[in-house]
């Protein structure tokens, strides 16, 4: 028989939790564009599948305990229950089951992350940085090798918030900070590593298509950090070549002649 009970509440919880990822992974309105967007990376698929065995991991506790707690209120909810209170003592199996479970369970995603957590942070290729990445409050400043492809001589090409990358290529990028904690987050390209001050870092992807997409700070970096932006072009070689030596022409051609000087007439 139904009963009119506060429990219910709670069981709209698990309800409505399953029911917004739903949405979300299958872009049903009013939530699509909510989930992540396109996958360009080599390495990609692997956070993934990382992520969502975590989110199945997580999902089934979360239900299972949201409707564990429907139960338990809906069974002994006092305005229809007369028994008295009955208080119990712990249970020693009851306690090492549920320091077990969490444990084993803990270990077995720490396993089974290594594979990213080796391709993301440990096996970086064995080749010089494509260009530095420095982040400031609030830009993104991007420093490329010139003719000696050596970064940090005089013929280096500079940009903001603008990195072009080669398609299908390794790429490997070092980052800084110049003042505060910043977060480079490409998630097109499953990447994210805090950038910390005084600390010169080094991360790697490799794009397989040409697409253009955010470069974002993922870390609360001051007041404009809402609008520190960049854009990531993934493109061909030979264009990628092309849009570099034109930034170096336009780079070498642009001067700064300061006006003359007047000087008083002093007969």
Same mark, same amino acid.
């Given at each position: 028989?139904?009963?009119?009970?506060?429990?219910?509440?709670?069981?709209l919880?698990?309800i409505?939790?399953?029911?917004?990822?739903?949405?979300?992974?299958?872009?049903?309105?009013?939530?699509?564009?909510?989930?992540?967007?396109? /996958?360009?990376?080599?390495h !990609?698929n692997?956070?993934?599948?990382?992520?969502?065995?975590?989110?199945?991991?997580?999902?089934?506790?979360f239900?299972?305990?949201?409707?564990?707690?429907?139960?338990?209120?809906?069974?002994?909810?006092?305005?229809?229950?007369?028994?008295?209170?009955?208080?119990?003592?712990?249970?020693?199996?009851?306690?090492?089951?549920w #320091?077990?479970?969490?444990a084993? *369970?803990?270990?077995?995603?720490?396993?089974?992350?290594?594979?990213?957590?080796?391709?993301?942070?440990?096996?970086?290729? &064995?080749?010089?940085?494509?260009?530095?990445?420095? !982040?400031?409050?609030?830009?993104?400043?991007?420093?490329?090798?010139?003719?000696?492809?050596?970064?940090?001589?005089?013929?280096?090409?500079? *940009?903001?918030?603008?990195?072009?990358?080669?398609?299908?290529?390794?790429?490997?990028?070092?980052?800084? #900070? /110049?003042?505060?904690?910043?977060?480079?987050?490409?998630? &097109?390209?499953?990447?994210?590593?805090?950038?910390?001050?005084?600390?010169?870092?080094?991360v790697?992807?490799?794009?397989?298509?040409?697409?253009?997409?955010?470069?974002?700070?993922?870390?609360?970096? !001051?007041?404009?950090?809402?609008k520190?932006?960049?854009?990531?072009?993934?493109?061909?070689?030979?264009?990628f &070549?092309?849009?570099?030596? &034109?930034?170096?022409?336009?780079q070498?051609?642009?001067?700064?002649?300061?006006?003359?000087?007047?000087?008083?007439?002093?007969?």
């Open positions: 028989m139904f009963r009119p009970s506060w429990s219910w509440l709670f069981l919880i698990p409505f939790g399953v029911a917004w990822f739903v949405f979300a992974i299958n872009e049903w309105p009013p939530l699509a564009g909510h989930w992540f967007p396109q /996958d360009i990376s080599a !990609g692997i956070i993934d599948s990382l992520f969502n065995t975590i989110l199945w991991l997580t999902g089934a506790i239900v299972g305990t949201g409707i564990a707690m429907f139960l338990f209120l809906h069974k002994y909810d006092a305005s229809y229950n007369a028994d008295p209170v009955k208080y119990v003592h712990g249970s020693h199996v009851l306690e090492v089951v #320091s077990i479970i969490p084993a *369970t803990l270990l077995f995603i720490a396993i089974y992350q290594m594979s990213a957590w080796a391709n993301a942070k440990v096996l970086r290729p &064995n080749q010089p940085a494509l260009a530095e990445v420095t !982040g400031r409050q609030f830009e993104w400043r991007i420093r490329y090798a010139g003719e000696d492809k050596i970064i940090g001589t005089e013929d280096d090409v500079f *940009t903001v918030n603008d990195l072009h990358v080669p398609l299908n290529e390794d790429v490997v990028l070092a980052i800084k #900070s /110049d003042d505060v904690l910043h977060s480079f987050f490409l998630p &097109n390209l499953r990447l994210k590593q805090d950038v910390v001050p005084g600390m010169k870092q080094f790697w992807f490799k794009p397989l298509y040409e697409r253009e997409c955010d470069i974002v700070c993922a870390e609360l970096c !001051g007041w404009g950090h809402y520190m932006k960049g854009r990531l072009n993934v493109v061909p070689r030979q264009e &070549n092309q849009w570099l030596a &034109n930034k170096r022409a336009e070498e051609t642009s001067s700064f002649t300061p006006p003359a000087i007047e000087e008083d007439d002093e007969s």
